[in-house]
């Protein structure tokens, strides 16, 4: 803001900016690397105004540790004014205690979950892809007997070829890493743009490649090709020469290169489904979060967030003009059928919660009253939302100040609260700390429920107050309206209303509530897309692995594959011999990958809320996709293709000459 606004003028300090009409001295700039939490919004920092009310336990408090004093000692401290401050405060403090915790633990701890499960599905695709690279250097080994052993010959010792062999694969590490590190370095200011944008993270343009970077890839690249690079340096350091002279390095690879190199592939292929497994669990998820319903209905619905300055709006006379005025004028404007005001808007993440007392009914415990979620709304609030009336009314133009108190409950509220009758005309006490008294409210209707949190957490007990009978000042505030078409046309209107009917309110944001549906979801919808892609790529590596070793071993058989055709073996024959081999790699790996993907997708319950593990459909369905069918059938397609070489036609023949009755038979 200093730099948009003053330029990064240094006579900034002292200037006056205006803040919901009020004017502010600027005292301070701070860096453009300065937060206080997660978010990455705020552009202004000004003294704490609130009204005094024990029952709003929604600030936090940083301090700073004396020296010598442990976390534990800090703990214990505020624990001691928990309990003082309950024995003395029992209605609103009773069930109130402290979580004290490390500022930058508490900044970490929402996304600390989620990087770690990412570095592990990080390194899943590496062991993949170095599997792979194993498995090219075993065949390349295979291939380059005859100069292993040649140069053996000539008086290169076991030592020299293990350590030349794993050279080459830490070269191929570190220059693999090299590329890798490149390519991260063009492409993570892109990635950051598309998952800011279309995922909201904050701060992730912060994200980007440095020494830290370079060091982790160059420790990892080297890790790499050594671990990856040391059984194929060691099985190839002490060559046959007369087996390598002999059959060219055709099969001279020992009896242990092709278990390994099989072996491989069915790890790629477990690892490949432990993945997929998971993203298919997730993407169940966010489907049916997507099929909950939430309570009202999005269609043509926009949504404007408000800022009440206290100083201006804390009395309720204050509020009502601004409340009747602004929905008069709304209500006219072409394009609108219904608005109205609400404090807590559906699926903001949060809510508030307050006590209270039920007339006639005793209190769960001594000194302990009932708890529900807590908002407030103006009348039309539920018609606009969509929201049914299950028994009695919606607040309607007759509330208001000066008539009896009104308040509408939800269904889990009339279930939890009132489950053995009707909760319309029963009354309850709402007690307001900062007033010294309480407010008598009778029930008048019971609301459809909502989704308040999120989509995957439940409806919990909530209580509407009608707007125009609550004292309570809540500064925050929702203007939501249905309209006729898209309701991204009514923006600039409304906020020519807005500024015409108090300029001094400031304009949060503006969206529909579709935005908000989506804003609601963006944290299953970001881990869907990255462990998606990352699986995606992984079944790539895995089905290119096993397309190598096919093919590496058609080769390693062409004779013999000649040999069939020539003898009158069909395509459908040469292509279930060379598809077998591949089926059955790919059907123990997946084995392995279902037993392995159950324990995965447990892990990715504390992960996101809703995920619900050990899906059969989900795990057939993935487990159908990495099977690797096509792969095989390509390289089956390929192998069907080869014409019976010279030398296998002459062998061949050689061998149906002879004139024995044991001669050896070549079945299709």
């Not at 080297?222 to 002490?238: E, H, M, T, W």
């Not at 898209?486 to 969206?511: H, K």
Request: with cysteine; proline share 6%.
């Amino acid at each position: 803001f200093w730099r948009w606004r003053f330029g990064g003028a240094a006579d900034a300090l002292g200037r006056i900016v205006r803040i919901g009409g009020e004017p502010h001295t600027v005292v301070g700039v701070m860096p453009a690397s300065f937060h206080i939490d997660q978010s990455d919004d705020e552009q202004f920092y000004t003294p704490l105004a609130i009204d005094s009310n024990r029952g709003h336990n929604f600030l936090r408090v940083v301090g700073r540790l004396r020296d010598g004093a442990t976390l534990r000692q800090a703990a214990d401290d505020l624990g001691a004014i928990a309990d003082r401050l309950a024995r003395l405060y029992p209605r609103t403090n009773a069930a109130v205690g402290t979580n004290l915790m490390l500022l930058n633990d508490g900044l970490a701890r929402l996304i600390k979950p989620g990087l770690f499960t990412m570095l592990g599905v990080v390194g899943i695709v590496l062991l993949i892809a170095c599997a792979n690279v194993a498995g090219l250097m075993l065949a390349r080994g295979a291939t380059r007997q005859r100069e292993l052993a040649i140069r053996a010959a000539l008086g290169a010792g076991r030592s020299r070829l293990t350590r030349q062999l794993l050279t080459e694969s830490v070269v191929i590490a570190l220059v693999g890493g090299g590329l890798g590190l490149i390519v991260a370095d063009w492409t993570s200011r892109g990635l950051a743009a598309v998952v800011s944008e279309q995922f909201h993270v904050p701060r992730i343009d912060a994200a980007g490649t440095d020494l830290s970077v370079l060091t982790f890839t160059v420790l990892v690249s080297l890790a790499a090709g050594i671990v990856f690079g040391a059984f194929p340096a060691c099985s190839f350091a002490s060559p046959d020469l007369n087996e390598a002279l002999r059959d060219a390095g055709r099969s001279a690879s020992g009896a242990r290169g092709p278990r390994v190199r099989r072996g491989l592939v069915v790890g790629e292929m477990a690892l490949a489904l432990v993945l997929l497994a998971g993203a298919g669990t997730l993407m169940k998820t966010l489907l049916a979060m997507r099929a909950t319903d939430p309570g009202f209905d999005t269609h043509r619905m926009l949504v404007v967030g408000l800022w009440l300055p206290p100083e201006r709006f804390a009395r309720l006379q204050d509020r009502a003009p601004f409340f009747a005025d602004t929905l008069s004028r709304l209500r006219r404007l072409p394009g609108v059928t219904a608005a109205a005001f609400v404090a807590d808007l559906p699926l903001n993440g949060r809510t508030n919660t307050e006590s209270f007392h039920i007339v006639g009914r005793p209190d769960p415990s001594p000194g302990r009253a009932f708890n529900a979620g807590f908002n407030i709304a103006t009348g039309g609030y539920f018609r606009m939302m969509g929201t049914p009336i299950r028994d009695g009314r919606e607040f309607g133009d007759t509330d208001g100040p000066n008539t009896p108190g009104v308040a509408i409950v939800n269904e889990t509220a009339a279930r939890t609260l009132w489950p053995d009758r009707s909760p319309v005309g029963q009354q309850i006490l709402l007690p307001i700390d900062h007033m010294q008294k309480s407010v008598l409210l009778t029930i008048v209707g019971v609301a459809a429920d909502v989704r308040h949190v999120n989509l995957a957490v439940p409806p919990r007990p909530e209580i509407f107050v009608h707007s125009m009978q609550s004292d309570l000042n809540w500064p925050w505030l929702v203007l939501a309206m249905r309209a006729t078409s898209a309701p991204g046309g009514l923006a600039d209107p409304v906020r020519a209303i807005l500024r015409e009917v108090n300029p001094n309110v400031p304009i949060t944001r503006i969206n529909s509530a579709d935005e908000v549906v989506a804003r609601s979801i963006t944290e299953p919808r970001l881990y869907t897309f990255l462990l998606g892609a990352f699986a995606l790529l992984a079944a790539a590596l895995a089905a290119i692995g096993l397309y190598g070793l096919i093919s590496y071993s058609v080769s390693q058989r062409s004779h013999e594959i000649g040999i069939r055709v020539a003898l009158g073996a069909s395509r459908a024959d040469i292509f279930r011999l060379v598809l077998a081999q591949g089926v059955a790699l790919a059907a123990v790996g997946s084995v392995i990958g279902l037993a392995c993907g159950l324990a995965a997708t447990r892990a990715l319950v504390g992960l996101i809320k809703g995920v619900r593990p050990n899906d059969p459909v989900t795990l057939i369905v993935v487990t159908a996709v990495l099977l690797g069918i096509w792969c095989s059938s390509v390289s089956a397609f390929e192998t069907t293709t080869l014409s019976p070489s010279p030398r296998s036609l002459r062998r061949c023949g050689r061998l149906m000459a002879l004139p024995s009755p044991q001669s050896p038979t070549f079945s299709g």
